[in-house]
């Protein structure tokens, strides 16, 4: 009897003494708003997509740039010379007009003094800013997302506009910092 005791004494510590086994996480299907999201910006891309090379090949006689930063633009006047373009911090003055993909008119004639980098304007007009010289006209075709996006301006602009904004650059007043 002892001897049976001793032998089922043993077995439980070797069988009994096991390593923890770490547990497998859960397989949760979430994520389905981001993909219905993803798939949404997707068309919305390719529909903008279409509209702005629909605005290019209507305009055969203007040269389109694609930027780095994805839009479009074009020169109006165009200076030959070794001018500065605007730097962080440089002090602008440039009047702009900005349209609907359709060509009506959002707002015209503005005239705004803008420090670069420093002031609130929308990524796209801040990027085409940096490419004009004083004196230089440019027309940009902005998509949605480097314009005002999905939220507008929340007077005029609304969600998911693509923009096409008419800007001269009037002057540049350079800073040391």
Known sequence: ??????????????????????????????????????????????????????????????????????????????VESEAAQPQFGDVIDFTYDVSNIEGDEIYADTN???VMDKEELFTGLREGLKLLKPTESATFIFPSQKAFGYYGDEHKIGTNVPLICEVTLNTIIKTND
């Open 1 to 78: 009897m002892k001897n049976l005791l001793l032998i089922f004494a043993i077995t439980l510590v070797c069988f009994g003494c096991k390593s923890p086994e770490a547990r497998l996480p859960e397989t949760v299907q979430s994520g389905s708003f981001l993909k219905a999201s993803a798939e949404r910006n997707k068309k919305l891309n390719e529909l903008e997509h279409k509209q702005i090379l629909n605005v290019i090949n209507n305009n055969p006689d203007k040269n389109y740039i694609a930027s780095e930063s994805g839009f479009w633009y074009t020169y109006n006047t165009q």
């Open 112 to 114: 705004k003094t803008y």
